[in-house]
């Protein structure tokens, strides 16, 4: 089982800009593809973004496509999202997530962490 820690959230007015990192622990890393979820008060939880094993591979929602960046770097262990032009409405707890697979990104997550705030003011 893998351990995922994320951080790097915060109050941002909109416009600004935020990285959040995902630390992973206790299996192979690169054996996992990964990806970030958000959920906001009231609303169900949705899927932001998702990355293969190696990185090459990117899958965005259409409202975050242009403005948040998904990376990784194995050899740090960790996984990153890169958030520009903050809008309100990205305004969430935002969870990273991850699976074991061989290619791809993933299908189904089976490993979170426990999410981190992110508020975007007007």
């Known amino acids: 089982q893998v351990q995922l820690v994320e951080s790097g959230g915060g109050l941002v007015q909109a416009g600004d800009s935020l990285r959040l990192s995902c630390a992973a622990s206790?299996?192979?890393?690169?054996?996992?593809?990964m990806g970030w979820f958000r959920q906001a008060p009231g609303k169900e939880r949705e899927f932001v973004a998702g990355?293969?094993?190696?990185?090459?591979?990117?899958l965005y929602a259409d409202s975050v496509k242009g403005r948040f960046t998904i990376s990784r770097d194995n050899a740090k262990i960790t996984m990153y999202l890169q958030m520009n032009s903050l809008k309100p409405e990205d305004t969430a707890v935002y969870y990273c997530a991850g699976c074991v697979t061989v290619a791809g990104t993933c299908n189904q997550y089976h490993y979170w962490g426990q999410g981190t705030q992110v508020t975007v003011s007007s």
């Open positions: 206790g299996r192979t890393f690169s054996n996992y593809a």
């Open positions: 990355i293969s094993r190696g990185g090459t591979m990117r």
